[in-house]
């Protein structure tokens, strides 16, 4: 597993990372684990990951709903906070299968809760409070690892200038 340190300074910035993602990886199928403290940005960063893709309605954490789908022409993105996940096979009921099928983009809020029945991410990003802003650690193969920094290294260099 490699290692990579993106350092966020405002919600746009969060932003722009998040759509950034998603452009690397728009054509593909995708699972994104989000992990970090309540507050961390992990719905700020789904929100600029879906108008990375050219959403342009209203995204909502999925606190209550568990599941928030949305439908993009052909490519069909899953927003999955699983925070009030009493039991990991609780996601067989909202319809695990077909989500984690391996043909969406997913991204899932609090994944330790669905420790044991998830499939492994492609991403995982840990998200760290700063005193001016977020640390975001991505862990990802070699090959997801080169494709997110040759694409995000770039693109949040633009965002702060």
């Known amino acids: 597993m490699n290692k990579l ?3 966020c300074g405002s919600e746009e910035e969060q ?19 989000l992990d970090g403290d ?15 893709l050219g959403y342009k309605g209203s995204v909502r954490s999925p ?7 949305y439908s993009l022409g052909k490519l069909t993105v899953f927003h999955l906070d ?33 420790e044991g029945w998830l499939p492994e991410p492609d991403i995982y990003l840990l998200l760290h409070h700063q005193i001016n802003g977020r640390s975001i650690e991505a862990r990802c193969d070699t ?3 080169a494709h997110l920094a040759k694409h995000c290294t770039e693109f949040l260099s633009d965002a702060k200038s």
């Open 143 to 145: 090959v997801v690892c």
């Open 82 to 114: 699983l925070y009030r996940l009493c039991d990991p096979e609780e996601l067989e009921f909202l319809g695990g299968r077909e989500i984690f099928s391996g043909s969406h983009q997913v991204m899932v809020e609090w994944p330790e809760k669905g």
């Open 38 to 52: 309540l507050g961390a940005g992990k719905t700020t960063l789904v929100r600029g990951f879906l108008r990375g």
């Open 5 to 7: 340190d993106f350092y």
């Open 63 to 69: 606190t209550y709903t568990l599941v928030e789908p």
């Open 15 to 33: 932003m722009a990372l998040g759509a950034c993602l998603a452009q690397a990886f728009a054509d593909q199928p995708l699972l994104v684990f």
